[in-house]
Protein backbone atom coordinates (compact mmCIF):
# COMPACT_ATOMS: atom_id res chain seq x y z
CA UNK A 1 0.00 0.00 0.00
CA UNK A 2 2.71 2.25 0.79
CA UNK A 3 4.23 1.95 -2.46
CA UNK A 4 1.25 3.36 -3.87
CA UNK A 5 1.83 6.95 -2.33
CA UNK A 6 5.81 6.53 -2.56
CA UNK A 7 5.84 5.76 -6.53
CA UNK A 8 3.25 8.28 -6.79
CA UNK A 9 3.79 11.07 -4.74
CA UNK A 10 3.57 13.96 -7.16
CA UNK A 11 0.09 12.41 -8.24
CA UNK A 12 -1.18 12.30 -4.51
CA UNK A 13 0.08 15.57 -3.87
CA UNK A 14 -1.83 16.93 -6.85
CA UNK A 15 -4.73 15.82 -5.84
CA UNK A 16 -4.38 16.40 -2.44
CA UNK A 17 -3.92 20.27 -3.15
CA UNK A 18 -7.31 20.01 -5.64
CA UNK A 19 -8.78 18.42 -2.84
CA UNK A 20 -8.00 20.84 -0.59
CA UNK A 21 -7.98 24.20 -2.16
CA UNK A 22 -11.57 23.48 -3.81
CA UNK A 23 -13.01 22.50 -0.17
CA UNK A 24 -11.36 25.63 1.57
CA UNK A 25 -12.32 28.01 -1.79
CA UNK A 26 -15.98 26.93 -1.83
CA UNK A 27 -16.28 26.92 1.85
CA UNK A 28 -15.06 30.37 2.30
CA UNK A 29 -16.33 32.05 -0.69
CA UNK A 30 -19.89 30.41 0.53
CA UNK A 31 -19.44 31.45 4.16
CA UNK A 32 -19.56 35.11 2.55
CA UNK A 33 -21.88 35.11 0.80
CA UNK A 34 -24.58 33.27 3.07
CA UNK A 35 -23.75 35.95 5.59
CA UNK A 36 -26.00 38.51 4.39
CA UNK A 37 -28.59 35.67 2.62
CA UNK A 38 -28.62 33.99 6.04
CA UNK A 39 -29.27 37.41 7.58
CA UNK A 40 -31.75 38.53 4.93
CA UNK A 41 -33.60 34.88 5.17
CA UNK A 42 -33.93 35.61 8.78
CA UNK A 43 -36.71 38.55 7.71
CA UNK A 44 -39.21 35.90 7.33
CA UNK A 45 -42.27 36.89 5.14
CA UNK A 46 -40.52 39.62 3.05
CA UNK A 47 -39.95 38.94 -0.61
CA UNK A 48 -36.28 38.72 -0.19
CA UNK A 49 -36.39 35.95 2.16
CA UNK A 50 -38.81 34.10 -0.07
CA UNK A 51 -36.66 34.27 -3.31
CA UNK A 52 -33.39 33.04 -1.11
CA UNK A 53 -36.03 30.26 0.74
CA UNK A 54 -36.85 29.01 -2.98
CA UNK A 55 -32.89 29.01 -4.05
CA UNK A 56 -32.29 26.72 -0.76
CA UNK A 57 -34.80 24.15 -1.69
CA UNK A 58 -33.51 23.09 -4.94
CA UNK A 59 -29.97 23.17 -3.51
CA UNK A 60 -31.34 21.37 -0.67
CA UNK A 61 -33.58 19.58 -2.65
CA UNK A 62 -31.03 18.14 -5.50
CA UNK A 63 -27.86 15.78 -5.35
CA UNK A 64 -24.86 17.66 -5.65
CA UNK A 65 -23.89 14.91 -8.21
CA UNK A 66 -27.02 16.12 -10.52
CA UNK A 67 -25.99 19.91 -9.79
CA UNK A 68 -22.74 19.34 -11.00
CA UNK A 69 -23.66 17.74 -13.79
CA UNK A 70 -26.01 20.79 -14.65
CA UNK A 71 -22.78 23.15 -14.43
CA UNK A 72 -20.17 21.10 -16.54
CA UNK A 73 -22.26 19.42 -19.07
CA UNK A 74 -25.73 21.28 -19.21
CA UNK A 75 -24.19 25.22 -19.05
CA UNK A 76 -21.32 23.63 -21.69
CA UNK A 77 -23.94 23.62 -23.76
CA UNK A 78 -24.01 26.99 -24.68
CA UNK A 79 -19.94 27.17 -25.43
CA UNK A 80 -20.67 28.98 -28.63
CA UNK A 81 -22.61 31.86 -26.45
CA UNK A 82 -20.06 31.79 -23.73
CA UNK A 83 -17.10 31.87 -25.99
CA UNK A 84 -18.91 35.18 -27.03
CA UNK A 85 -19.48 36.43 -23.74
CA UNK A 86 -15.55 35.35 -22.72
CA UNK A 87 -16.85 33.11 -20.34
CA UNK A 88 -15.90 29.31 -21.63
CA UNK A 89 -12.26 29.47 -20.42
CA UNK A 90 -14.05 28.96 -17.14
CA UNK A 91 -16.85 26.44 -17.64
CA UNK A 92 -14.31 24.41 -20.04
CA UNK A 93 -12.26 23.50 -16.67
CA UNK A 94 -13.88 20.65 -14.86
CA UNK A 95 -12.20 22.22 -11.72
CA UNK A 96 -13.94 25.55 -11.74
CA UNK A 97 -17.36 24.33 -12.80
CA UNK A 98 -16.56 21.56 -9.45
CA UNK A 99 -15.73 24.81 -7.75
CA UNK A 100 -18.74 26.77 -8.44
CA UNK A 101 -21.18 24.00 -7.84
CA UNK A 102 -19.73 23.10 -4.04
CA UNK A 103 -19.79 26.69 -3.76
CA UNK A 104 -23.23 27.45 -4.99
CA UNK A 105 -24.46 24.12 -3.35
CA UNK A 106 -23.19 25.04 0.57
CA UNK A 107 -24.49 28.87 0.34
CA UNK A 108 -27.51 26.90 0.85
CA UNK A 109 -26.57 24.94 3.67
CA UNK A 110 -24.00 27.75 5.61
CA UNK A 111 -27.48 30.67 5.26
CA UNK A 112 -29.69 28.11 6.98
CA UNK A 113 -26.97 28.01 9.07
CA UNK A 114 -26.78 31.93 9.59
CA UNK A 115 -30.58 32.35 9.32
CA UNK A 116 -30.79 29.92 12.60
CA UNK A 117 -27.84 31.68 14.80
CA UNK A 118 -28.83 34.95 13.83
CA UNK A 119 -32.66 33.76 14.33
CA UNK A 120 -31.67 33.09 18.15
CA UNK A 121 -30.05 36.31 19.35
CA UNK A 122 -32.51 37.80 21.48
CA UNK A 123 -34.33 41.04 20.75
CA UNK A 124 -33.08 42.76 24.00
CA UNK A 125 -29.89 42.86 22.86
CA UNK A 126 -30.74 44.58 19.84
CA UNK A 127 -32.71 46.95 21.83
CA UNK A 128 -29.73 47.40 23.89
CA UNK A 129 -27.14 48.24 21.53
CA UNK A 130 -29.80 51.07 19.91
CA UNK A 131 -29.98 52.47 23.68
CA UNK A 132 -26.44 52.88 23.15
CA UNK A 133 -27.20 54.96 19.72
CA UNK A 134 -26.11 52.36 17.80
CA UNK A 135 -27.32 51.96 13.68
CA UNK A 136 -29.30 49.10 12.59
CA UNK A 137 -25.98 48.11 10.67
CA UNK A 138 -23.71 48.77 13.59
CA UNK A 139 -25.72 46.46 15.82
CA UNK A 140 -25.45 43.92 13.44
CA UNK A 141 -21.95 43.66 12.74
CA UNK A 142 -20.84 44.70 16.42
CA UNK A 143 -23.61 42.49 18.41
CA UNK A 144 -25.48 40.05 16.01
CA UNK A 145 -22.54 39.04 13.68
CA UNK A 146 -19.88 37.91 16.05
CA UNK A 147 -22.33 36.41 18.46
CA UNK A 148 -23.47 34.27 15.34
CA UNK A 149 -20.35 33.71 14.02
CA UNK A 150 -19.91 32.21 17.69
CA UNK A 151 -22.74 30.21 17.81
CA UNK A 152 -22.33 29.00 14.25
CA UNK A 153 -19.07 27.51 15.19
CA UNK A 154 -19.71 23.49 15.77
CA UNK A 155 -22.56 23.81 12.59
CA UNK A 156 -19.98 25.56 10.37
CA UNK A 157 -17.26 22.56 11.37
CA UNK A 158 -19.84 20.27 10.17
CA UNK A 159 -20.36 21.55 6.85
CA UNK A 160 -16.36 21.68 6.08
CA UNK A 161 -16.68 18.20 6.98
CA UNK A 162 -19.22 17.35 4.92
CA UNK A 163 -18.49 19.44 2.24
CA UNK A 164 -14.89 18.06 2.03
CA UNK A 165 -15.86 14.49 1.32
CA UNK A 166 -19.04 15.76 -1.21
CA UNK A 167 -16.12 17.22 -2.88
CA UNK A 168 -14.83 14.26 -4.03
CA UNK A 169 -17.93 14.07 -6.61
CA UNK A 170 -15.92 16.32 -8.60
CA UNK A 171 -13.85 13.35 -9.57
CA UNK A 172 -16.47 12.63 -12.45
CA UNK A 173 -16.07 15.51 -13.98
CA UNK A 174 -12.45 14.75 -14.81
CA UNK A 175 -10.73 17.27 -12.11
CA UNK A 176 -7.95 15.80 -10.52
CA UNK A 177 -8.68 15.83 -6.86
CA UNK A 178 -7.97 13.07 -4.05
CA UNK A 179 -10.41 10.54 -5.10
CA UNK A 180 -10.27 11.16 -9.02
CA UNK A 181 -6.03 10.57 -8.61
CA UNK A 182 -7.28 7.38 -6.95
CA UNK A 183 -9.39 6.14 -9.71
CA UNK A 184 -6.67 7.19 -12.27
CA UNK A 185 -3.94 4.66 -9.85
CA UNK A 186 -6.63 2.16 -10.10
CA UNK A 187 -7.73 2.12 -13.43
CA UNK A 188 -4.08 1.77 -13.82
CA UNK A 189 -2.99 -1.08 -11.56
CA UNK A 190 -6.53 -2.45 -10.78
CA UNK A 191 -5.32 -2.63 -6.77
CA UNK A 192 -8.04 -1.64 -4.37
CA UNK A 193 -5.76 -0.10 -1.53
CA UNK A 194 -5.13 2.87 -3.68
CA UNK A 195 -8.67 3.81 -2.05
CA UNK A 196 -6.73 3.34 1.57
CA UNK A 197 -5.01 5.76 0.41
CA UNK A 198 -7.35 8.30 -0.77
CA UNK A 199 -9.83 7.62 2.64
CA UNK A 200 -5.84 8.34 4.98
CA UNK A 201 -5.91 11.66 2.86
CA UNK A 202 -9.47 13.01 3.71
CA UNK A 203 -8.73 11.89 7.64
CA UNK A 204 -5.98 13.90 7.24
CA UNK A 205 -7.71 16.59 6.04
CA UNK A 206 -10.29 16.32 8.70
CA UNK A 207 -7.68 16.21 11.76
CA UNK A 208 -6.19 19.61 10.46
CA UNK A 209 -9.36 20.64 10.46
CA UNK A 210 -11.12 19.93 13.65
CA UNK A 211 -7.88 21.39 14.89
CA UNK A 212 -8.44 24.54 13.27
CA UNK A 213 -11.94 25.09 14.84
CA UNK A 214 -11.54 23.90 18.01
CA UNK A 215 -8.82 27.22 18.16
CA UNK A 216 -11.44 29.05 17.31
CA UNK A 217 -14.41 28.11 19.56
CA UNK A 218 -11.57 28.17 22.57
CA UNK A 219 -11.67 31.95 21.43
CA UNK A 220 -15.38 32.28 22.71
CA UNK A 221 -15.14 31.42 25.78
CA UNK A 222 -17.96 33.88 26.64
CA UNK A 223 -20.12 30.98 25.18
CA UNK A 224 -19.51 28.35 27.86
CA UNK A 225 -20.48 30.60 30.79
CA UNK A 226 -24.07 30.73 31.00
CA UNK B 1 -34.48 63.39 53.46
CA UNK B 2 -34.44 65.59 50.82
CA UNK B 3 -31.57 65.98 47.98
CA UNK B 4 -30.76 69.77 46.41
CA UNK B 5 -32.05 69.87 43.05
CA UNK B 6 -29.09 70.58 40.60
CA UNK B 7 -30.71 72.84 38.33
CA UNK B 8 -28.80 75.63 36.38
CA UNK B 9 -31.62 76.52 34.63
CA UNK B 10 -34.59 75.85 36.41
CA UNK B 11 -37.46 75.48 33.33
CA UNK B 12 -35.38 74.18 31.62
CA UNK B 13 -37.33 70.70 30.07
CA UNK B 14 -35.35 68.15 29.01
CA UNK B 15 -38.15 65.54 28.05
CA UNK B 16 -41.59 67.09 26.76
CA UNK B 17 -44.57 64.64 25.77
CA UNK B 18 -47.70 66.30 24.70
CA UNK B 19 -50.70 64.34 23.47
CA UNK B 20 -48.88 60.43 23.44
CA UNK B 21 -51.03 57.99 22.13
CA UNK B 22 -49.67 54.99 21.24
CA UNK B 23 -52.14 51.31 20.45
CA UNK B 24 -50.68 47.65 19.88
CA UNK B 25 -53.30 46.57 17.32
CA UNK B 26 -56.67 47.25 19.08
CA UNK B 27 -55.17 48.00 22.52
CA UNK B 28 -54.91 51.65 23.46
CA UNK B 29 -52.10 51.69 25.67
CA UNK B 30 -51.05 55.47 26.20
CA UNK B 31 -54.05 57.82 26.09
CA UNK B 32 -53.22 61.17 25.50
CA UNK B 33 -50.22 61.28 27.85
CA UNK B 34 -49.06 64.84 29.22
CA UNK B 35 -45.51 65.20 30.79
CA UNK B 36 -42.59 66.97 31.11
CA UNK B 37 -39.40 66.57 33.08
CA UNK B 38 -37.25 69.59 34.16
CA UNK B 39 -33.54 68.90 34.09
CA UNK B 40 -32.58 67.58 37.26
CA UNK B 41 -35.81 66.21 38.13
CA UNK B 42 -36.34 62.76 39.19
CA UNK B 43 -39.15 61.03 38.62
CA UNK B 44 -40.87 57.20 40.08
CA UNK B 45 -43.52 55.71 37.80
CA UNK B 46 -45.68 53.35 39.60
CA UNK B 47 -48.40 51.58 38.51
CA UNK B 48 -50.06 47.72 38.19
CA UNK B 49 -48.89 45.64 35.26
CA UNK B 50 -49.93 46.61 31.87
CA UNK B 51 -50.57 50.20 33.23
CA UNK B 52 -48.00 51.48 30.16
CA UNK B 53 -45.56 52.61 32.42
CA UNK B 54 -42.52 50.41 30.70
CA UNK B 55 -44.42 51.47 27.51
CA UNK B 56 -44.09 55.53 27.91
CA UNK B 57 -40.52 55.43 28.91
CA UNK B 58 -39.96 53.11 25.87
CA UNK B 59 -41.02 55.99 23.65
CA UNK B 60 -39.04 58.45 25.00
CA UNK B 61 -35.99 56.48 23.19
CA UNK B 62 -38.24 55.73 20.61
CA UNK B 63 -37.81 51.62 21.42
CA UNK B 64 -41.52 51.86 20.94
CA UNK B 65 -43.10 53.36 17.82
CA UNK B 66 -46.08 55.98 18.84
CA UNK B 67 -49.14 56.92 16.70
CA UNK B 68 -49.61 60.31 17.81
CA UNK B 69 -48.14 63.15 20.33
CA UNK B 70 -44.99 64.37 20.68
CA UNK B 71 -41.91 63.77 22.02
CA UNK B 72 -38.78 66.83 22.28
CA UNK B 73 -35.90 65.23 23.99
CA UNK B 74 -32.97 68.23 24.78
CA UNK B 75 -35.02 70.25 22.53
CA UNK B 76 -34.69 67.71 19.69
CA UNK B 77 -38.57 66.98 17.97
CA UNK B 78 -38.53 62.76 17.47
CA UNK B 79 -39.75 61.89 14.56
CA UNK B 80 -39.33 58.31 12.85
CA UNK B 81 -35.83 60.16 10.80
CA UNK B 82 -33.17 57.01 11.75
CA UNK B 83 -30.62 60.16 12.20
CA UNK B 84 -32.76 61.70 14.53
CA UNK B 85 -33.78 58.88 16.64
CA UNK B 86 -29.81 58.06 17.08
CA UNK B 87 -29.60 62.01 17.88
CA UNK B 88 -32.06 61.26 20.51
CA UNK B 89 -30.54 57.92 22.20
CA UNK B 90 -27.38 59.53 22.79
CA UNK B 91 -29.49 62.26 25.53
CA UNK B 92 -30.81 59.38 26.55
CA UNK B 93 -29.50 56.19 28.63
CA UNK B 94 -31.28 53.56 28.93
CA UNK B 95 -31.32 50.88 32.09
CA UNK B 96 -33.56 47.81 30.96
CA UNK B 97 -35.34 44.81 33.52
CA UNK B 98 -33.32 42.15 32.31
CA UNK B 99 -29.60 44.36 31.81
CA UNK B 100 -29.35 43.13 28.47
CA UNK B 101 -25.37 43.06 28.40
CA UNK B 102 -23.51 42.04 25.52
CA UNK B 103 -22.64 38.60 26.84
CA UNK B 104 -19.74 38.41 23.75
CA UNK B 105 -17.98 41.21 25.08
CA UNK B 106 -16.32 41.72 28.32
CA UNK B 107 -17.65 44.26 30.78
CA UNK B 108 -15.00 47.16 29.72
CA UNK B 109 -15.95 46.64 25.97
CA UNK B 110 -19.35 46.84 26.70
CA UNK B 111 -19.38 49.98 28.03
CA UNK B 112 -16.76 50.96 25.23
CA UNK B 113 -19.05 50.05 22.21
CA UNK B 114 -21.29 52.68 21.90
CA UNK B 115 -18.30 55.71 22.72
CA UNK B 116 -15.84 54.03 20.10
CA UNK B 117 -18.68 52.51 17.52
CA UNK B 118 -20.84 56.03 17.80
CA UNK B 119 -19.10 58.89 18.87
CA UNK B 120 -15.61 57.32 16.99
CA UNK B 121 -14.13 58.07 20.37
CA UNK B 122 -10.02 56.31 20.55
CA UNK B 123 -10.13 53.39 22.21
CA UNK B 124 -7.78 54.61 25.39
CA UNK B 125 -10.19 57.89 25.61
CA UNK B 126 -13.23 54.87 26.31
CA UNK B 127 -11.32 52.96 28.11
CA UNK B 128 -10.91 55.98 30.49
CA UNK B 129 -14.36 56.74 30.71
CA UNK B 130 -15.76 53.27 30.64
CA UNK B 131 -12.81 52.36 33.97
CA UNK B 132 -14.15 55.74 35.51
CA UNK B 133 -18.15 55.13 35.60
CA UNK B 134 -16.96 51.26 36.22
CA UNK B 135 -15.21 52.50 39.49
CA UNK B 136 -18.51 54.91 40.04
CA UNK B 137 -20.52 51.71 40.07
CA UNK B 138 -17.71 50.08 41.96
CA UNK B 139 -16.72 47.32 40.38
CA UNK B 140 -13.75 48.16 38.50
CA UNK B 141 -12.26 44.94 38.85
CA UNK B 142 -14.11 42.67 36.90
CA UNK B 143 -13.52 45.15 33.63
CA UNK B 144 -12.08 41.88 31.46
CA UNK B 145 -14.66 39.77 32.58
CA UNK B 146 -17.45 38.71 31.07
CA UNK B 147 -21.25 39.24 31.77
CA UNK B 148 -21.83 35.65 32.12
CA UNK B 149 -19.18 35.46 35.16
CA UNK B 150 -20.99 38.51 37.33
CA UNK B 151 -23.92 38.37 39.41
CA UNK B 152 -26.96 39.76 38.51
CA UNK B 153 -26.83 42.84 40.53
CA UNK B 154 -23.20 43.12 38.93
CA UNK B 155 -24.47 42.88 35.87
CA UNK B 156 -27.30 45.48 36.42
CA UNK B 157 -24.48 47.92 37.80
CA UNK B 158 -22.55 47.23 34.41
CA UNK B 159 -25.40 48.16 32.81
CA UNK B 160 -25.91 51.41 34.41
CA UNK B 161 -21.99 52.21 33.39
CA UNK B 162 -22.37 51.42 30.00
CA UNK B 163 -25.54 53.90 29.96
CA UNK B 164 -23.34 56.90 31.71
CA UNK B 165 -20.47 56.03 29.29
CA UNK B 166 -22.71 57.20 26.33
CA UNK B 167 -22.93 61.01 28.77
CA UNK B 168 -26.60 61.41 28.56
CA UNK B 169 -28.76 63.80 29.88
CA UNK B 170 -31.42 61.78 31.17
CA UNK B 171 -31.82 58.07 32.17
CA UNK B 172 -34.42 55.90 32.36
CA UNK B 173 -35.12 53.08 34.15
CA UNK B 174 -37.23 50.11 33.20
CA UNK B 175 -38.16 47.84 36.65
CA UNK B 176 -34.04 47.84 37.52
CA UNK B 177 -34.64 46.25 40.18
CA UNK B 178 -37.39 43.33 39.16
CA UNK B 179 -35.03 40.59 37.82
CA UNK B 180 -32.59 40.48 40.85
CA UNK B 181 -32.84 38.40 43.72
CA UNK B 182 -33.75 40.49 47.11
CA UNK B 183 -30.26 40.89 48.35
CA UNK B 184 -28.88 42.65 45.42
CA UNK B 185 -31.71 45.07 44.73
CA UNK B 186 -29.72 47.18 46.98
CA UNK B 187 -27.08 47.52 45.78
CA UNK B 188 -28.40 48.59 42.53
CA UNK B 189 -30.79 51.80 44.25
CA UNK B 190 -27.69 52.89 45.74
CA UNK B 191 -25.54 53.35 42.54
CA UNK B 192 -29.22 55.09 41.61
CA UNK B 193 -29.52 57.12 44.52
CA UNK B 194 -26.12 58.18 43.84
CA UNK B 195 -27.08 59.39 40.38
CA UNK B 196 -29.39 61.09 42.30
CA UNK B 197 -28.05 62.95 44.51
CA UNK B 198 -25.68 64.24 42.08
CA UNK B 199 -28.10 65.69 39.56
CA UNK B 200 -29.00 63.43 36.67
CA UNK B 201 -32.42 63.72 35.35
CA UNK B 202 -34.07 60.18 35.74
CA UNK B 203 -37.38 58.29 35.26
CA UNK B 204 -37.91 55.36 37.06
CA UNK B 205 -40.20 52.32 36.47
CA UNK B 206 -40.15 50.63 39.80
CA UNK B 207 -41.58 48.93 42.41
CA UNK B 208 -39.28 50.18 45.01
CA UNK B 209 -41.76 53.03 46.83
CA UNK B 210 -38.68 53.29 49.19
CA UNK B 211 -36.58 54.41 46.40
CA UNK B 212 -39.33 56.23 45.38
CA UNK B 213 -39.68 58.06 48.83
CA UNK B 214 -36.25 59.01 49.49
CA UNK B 215 -35.53 60.33 46.00
CA UNK B 216 -38.25 61.26 43.54
CA UNK B 217 -39.51 64.65 42.79
CA UNK B 218 -42.55 63.23 41.70
CA UNK B 219 -44.49 59.98 41.43
CA UNK B 220 -46.72 59.40 38.43
CA UNK B 221 -49.32 56.79 39.03
CA UNK B 222 -50.27 55.55 35.40
CA UNK B 223 -53.34 52.85 34.56
CA UNK B 224 -54.83 51.74 32.05
CA UNK B 225 -52.40 53.90 29.83
CA UNK B 226 -53.27 57.05 31.60
CA UNK B 227 -51.44 59.13 34.48
CA UNK B 228 -54.03 58.94 37.26
CA UNK B 229 -52.37 60.73 39.42
CA UNK B 230 -48.64 62.74 40.62
CA UNK B 231 -47.78 64.44 43.36
CA UNK B 232 -44.60 64.88 45.66
CA UNK B 233 -43.91 61.57 46.95
CA UNK B 234 -44.67 62.89 50.72
CA UNK B 235 -48.25 63.99 49.53
CA UNK B 236 -48.38 60.69 47.03
CA UNK B 237 -47.67 58.02 49.52
CA UNK B 238 -50.14 59.95 53.04
CA UNK B 239 -52.47 61.38 51.22
CA UNK B 240 -53.48 59.62 47.65
CA UNK B 241 -55.97 61.85 45.61
CA UNK B 242 -57.63 59.04 43.29
CA UNK B 243 -59.33 55.75 44.30
CA UNK B 244 -57.37 53.37 42.23
CA UNK B 245 -54.35 55.35 44.14
CA UNK B 246 -55.16 54.18 47.28
CA UNK B 247 -56.12 50.56 46.28
CA UNK B 248 -52.61 50.00 44.66
CA UNK B 249 -50.65 51.61 47.38
CA UNK B 250 -52.91 49.68 49.71
CA UNK B 251 -51.89 46.08 47.95
CA UNK B 252 -48.18 47.17 47.82
CA UNK B 253 -47.09 48.80 51.03
Known sequence: MLTHLTDNLDIWTLGFCNTVSLTVLSFIIAFVVAIPMGVARSHTGTLISKIIYGYIYVIRGTPLLVQIFLIYYGVGQFHSELKAVGLWWFFREGYYCGLLALTLNSIAYQAEIVRGAVMAIPHSLEEAGASISLSRMKIYRFVHIPIAIARMMPALGNEFVLLLKASSLVSVISVEDVLGQARYLFSETLDLSVFYVAAINYLIIVLVAEAVMRKLEARNTWLALR | ?253
Open chain 2, 1 to 253: MEYPQVNENPGEMVVSISGLNKWFGDLHVLKNIDLEVAKGERIVIAGPSGSGKSTLIRCINFLEKYQQGEIVVNGITLTDDHKTIEEVRREVGMVFQGFNLFPHLTILENCTLGPIRGFKLNKEKASQTAMHFLEKVNIPEQANKYPGQLSGGQQQRVAIARSLCMNPDVMLFDEPTSALDPEMVKEVLDIMVDLAKEGMTMLCVTHEMGFAKEVADRVIFMDKGQIVEQNKPVEFFTNPQHERTKLFLKQIL
